[in-house]
């Protein structure tokens, strides 16, 4: 039984209410969020499918863009779900993407007037991470059946580091940071997962290669992006498509100043299949090695360059790749890289624990390899 409906325009919304949906089910689990363009199954009637749907569901999310209205006549799907949603008392939360505002009363249908009265949350592309989450908490708190089913919440606590075994303390450390990428400050290299067509995700996606194009961009006063510095910077240094495992150095644009991180090596860890989306690349592992290969070459040129961070590669929510294989192959490249490499000048080598999930999987990753937590 899916708890959140989330009404939008395909045509105005469909992005925000396609990273609103994924977060959720990320949250509270599969089935715990419904989206027409994703909960709606090849032959279903779509409008029972939608209706009988939308009345088992606690609160109703209505994305309302820039653009966003509703006529008095003739068919209109977001109208007819809101006034459904209104008729059955079920909490319905306005969700205003960046500058639009809540319609008035006056300017409404009578059968959703009273969406005028409702409480609204904003999502604003400049802060969509922590606006999103906020949303998330606030459904958690709302909804009795959601709080309950609290599964992959953003991870907290501090870092954890590991020593390697037989080497001096300090030359060689492995660590699980948890949480945001946006609130690492002290790592030089961050690593940004693509996939093959070398191709940054839009600034407004939920993913660390949205989080990296966008605060590595030069921003106005709104926030709003005006020079996209990494992403432009990426597209001019190599051909596209490029095999998998390539990585690519950039520069880190506006995140050197924000989060001291002086380049960004991108590697081609996802790949595109006709008619099958996109998968992790079969040897990760080889990715990781290939990151670290550049690294090292920074480094070599680069003094300030000795520390790497690694996201856990392709496993993103629209590629669904295994978490405890993934970080037992990136683990163990890593501590490969350094055993053939005694004259490593990288001293630390991180990975991001972005959930409690990852951030448990990773830890207890590292103790089956020869590490001691320091």
Request: net charge negative; charged share 25%.
């Amino acid at each position: 039984m899916s708890e959140v409906f989330v009404n939008y325009r395909v045509r105005e919304d469909s992005g925000y209410a396609t990273l609103l949906h994924r977060e959720l089910e990320r949250r509270f689990g599969p089935g715990s969020a419904f989206l027409a363009a994703q909960s709606v199954r090849a032959g279903d009637d779509f409008v029972q499918e939608v209706f009988s749907r939308l009345r088992e569901c606690s609160v109703l999310l209505a994305l309302i863009g820039e653009h966003w209205s509703v006529s008095a006549t003739g068919p209109d799907w977001v109208r007819r779900e809101i006034a459904e949603a209104l008729a059955a008392r079920t909490r319905v939360i306005p969700v205003l993407v960046d500058d639009a505002e809540l319609p008035r009363e006056a300017d409404l249908p009578g059968e959703i007037a009273d969406l005028a009265h409702c409480q609204a949350v904003r999502l604003r592309h400049y802060s969509f991470e922590a606006d999103l989450s906020a949303l998330v908490d606030e459904l958690a708190q709302t909804v009795p059946a959601l709080r309950r089913r609290t599964t992959g919440t953003m991870a907290e606590g501090r870092p954890v580091r590991y020593g390697v075994r037989g080497k001096p303390l300090g030359s060689r450390t492995i660590s699980v940071i948890p949480g945001t990428i946006r609130r690492v400050r002290d790592a030089d290299v961050w690593v940004n997962s693509e996939n093959t067509d070398l191709q940054m995700a839009r600034h407004n996606d939920f993913s660390v290669s949205a989080i990296i194009r966008y605060w590595g961009a030069l921003r106005d006063p709104s926030g709003r992006l005006v020079v996209d510095l990494v992403a432009d910077e990426l597209a001019a240094t190599s051909p596209r498509p490029v095999a998998p495992g390539t990585a690519v150095v950039t520069g880190s644009g506006a995140l050197r100043a924000s989060n001291n991180v002086r380049r960004i090596i991108h590697v081609a860890s996802v790949q595109g299949e006709p008619g099958a989306g996109f998968r992790q690349v079969r040897n990760i592992d080889q990715c990781v090695t290939n990151v670290l290969r550049r690294a090292e070459g920074e480094a070599a040129t680069d003094p300030e360059v000795r520390t790497v961070l690694f996201p856990l590669l392709g496993t993103g929510t629209a590629v669904g790749a295994d978490i405890e294989a993934t970080a037992r192959q990136m683990v163990a490249a890593a501590l490969d890289h350094w055993s053939g490499s005694p004259e490593s000048l990288l001293r630390e080598i991180a990975f991001l624990g972005y959930t409690t999930t990852e951030y448990a999987v990773l830890n207890r990753t590292l103790a089956e390899f020869p590490v001691d937590r320091l």
